[in-house]
């Protein structure tokens, strides 16, 4: 009897173990390692805003200023407003670090309905239009370089992304290992242009008329902040590695401030070697600066030279965004049982590796969907801006909301002068979403009915088993 007895204590015991084994195998893939060093984390962020916009947005922001105090002025003021913006982050990121970054913020703040929209339109709308539209991009001047046919720059898109996700899903030190070497390119071939326009421009600066496009200063002003802070857009991805980082997420105010500061030194020396080499005018006038730029100062081997640059700062966006945005798809799936599929972590390599999956299918949809109807630059901003701003806003706003919910949460950082600097930010963003809605075309209220169309999807969903046992 007491053999039996002992027997069965035996067996309950293992049958224990196994248990135990069994949920912990399981956590495991959910739960990210802190593996990201500071300098990784800059790298991620200065790739994601530092691309081919800053080879674009200079000529519309000179014709909307007119004279070069107030062309430097909007960029100044353009990396005062994000530098404000990367502190609310910071006190947020500090405060509540994890892998979903914004959709962790607003999920405390307003809850899992407005959570999930947002997750929803980041997986449908923000990222995966970001990366498509970087994609293109690349393909485009691919494409100039050698044509595969009628939809070459397609082809080459989707190349990009499917290689790009692939890498990422080797492992966060491939990924962050590639952005470093794509990120240092750049950087060489962003110098080449800021000391060749600094230092070996021609004697008299190439001058255009340029029509005024506003009878007024402050309209024009406003539309340059539209397109600078646009150009500055990104930085906001820190959120989605706090919980990734070496020594915590306090490590987060280094990595936000240190790629501000980075960020606006870039803009304005690049902006600055454009100055030099073709006045306002010239800027304004030109339709690609960085092409016009080298041109005037070595010929036709400045153009391909700049060709492989833009390439260059649109594949290291395009990386940056994959690896931040498959973040918020794990969080999806680790909160909605619908989408769970997505919550795996792989702990080998410390990447989400089905959230990098769907995130890389929807994209290369994008693209398909793009062959058939493209209509430019102009309107993927138009079909993703109004949301991105929409919730950016939003997440301005969970700052005072968790400040007043959440009182007694440590908070390694907070935001200096506050209620008045976040109010800034919050009215920033207000301004921007009016913009990128007046002044878009269709394709900014097709962004908004793909929102919404992930309504239907809430209401017919049931809560993860991780989020109940949590609740």
Same mark, same amino acid.
């Given at each position: ?47 994601? #805003? ?16 007119? *004279? ?83 939809? *070459? ?30 990120? !240092? ?27 005024? #496009?506003? !009878? ?8 340059? =902040? ?32 240190? *790629? ?42 400045? #153009? ?35 989408? !769970? ?65 959440? /009182?007694?949460?440590?908070? /390694? ?6 209620? #008045? ?16 809605? =007046? ?33």
């Amino acid at each position: 009897m007491k053999d039996t007895q002992n027997l069965e204590n035996r067996i309950e015991k293992i049958a224990k173990t196994a248990s135990d084994d069994i949920v912990a195998d399981a956590d495991k893939p959910t739960h990210p390692k802190q593996v990201l060093r500071v300098v990784d984390a800059v790298v991620v962020i200065v790739g994601v #805003v530092v691309g081919a916009g800053i080879f674009r947005t200079p000529s519309i922001v000179a014709a909307n200023t007119g *004279s070069p105090e107030l062309f430097f002025g909007v960029w100044i003021l353009g990396g005062m407003v994000s530098f404000i913006g990367a502190m609310c982050y910071a006190e947020l990121s500090t405060a509540f670090p994890n892998t979903g970054g914004d959709y962790h913020f607003l999920h405390r703040a307003f809850g899992r309905r407005f959570a999930f929209l947002f997750a929803w339109a980041r997986m449908s709308i923000i990222q995966t239009g970001s990366i498509a539209l970087l994609a293109f991009i690349v393909g485009d001047y691919m494409s100039e370089l050698y044509s595969l046919g009628s939809f *070459s720059s397609s082809i080459y898109a989707a190349m990009v992304v499917v290689g790009l996700t692939f890498v990422n899903i080797i492992g966060v030190h491939v990924g962050t290992g590639t952005q470093k070497s794509l990120i !240092s390119l750049q950087f060489i071939g962003l110098l080449a242009v800021i000391v060749v326009g600094l230092f070996f421009a021609p004697q008299s600066n190439i001058t255009a008329a340029v029509t005024t #496009v506003s !009878s007024g200063v402050t309209p024009a002003i406003g539309g340059a =902040m539209v397109m600078v802070l646009l150009t500055f857009g990104g930085w906001n991805e820190a959120g989605y590695i706090s919980s990734e980082m070496r020594g915590g997420s306090k490590k987060m105010v280094t990595v936000m401030m240190v *790629s501000i500061l980075l960020i606006t030194a870039i803009y304005l020396l690049i902006n600055l070697a454009y100055f030099n080499v073709l006045g306002i005018d010239g800027l304004a006038s030109s339709e690609a600066v960085g092409v016009e730029t080298m041109r005037v100062i070595m010929g036709d081997t400045g #153009v391909f030279l700049v060709g492989l640059l833009v390439i260059l700062a649109a594949l290291t966006s395009t990386n940056a965004t994959i690896f931040t945005g498959a973040r918020t798809n794990h969080a999806l799936g680790r909160d909605f049982s619908i989408f !769970s599929f997505m919550r795996t972590w792989k702990p080998e390599t410390s990447t989400p590796v089905n959230a990098l999956l769907t995130q890389g299918a929807i994209a290369v949809a994008l693209i398909v969907i793009g062959s058939f109807a493209r209509s430019g630059f102009e309107s993927m901003v138009d079909f993703t801006a109004p949301i991105f701003w929409f919730f950016i806003l939003c997440t301005g706003l969970a700052l005072f909301v968790l400040r007043h919910k959440e /009182p007694h949460t440590p908070r /390694p950082f907070k935001v200096p002068l506050y209620p #008045v600097l976040p109010i800034i930010f919050c009215l920033t963003s207000s301004y921007l979403l009016y913009s990128s809605l =007046m002044f878009a075309g269709r394709g900014a209220w097709l962004g908004v009915g793909v929102l919404l169309l992930g309504t239907v999807f809430f209401f017919f969903i049931a809560e993860s088993k991780d989020t109940k046992q949590k609740a």
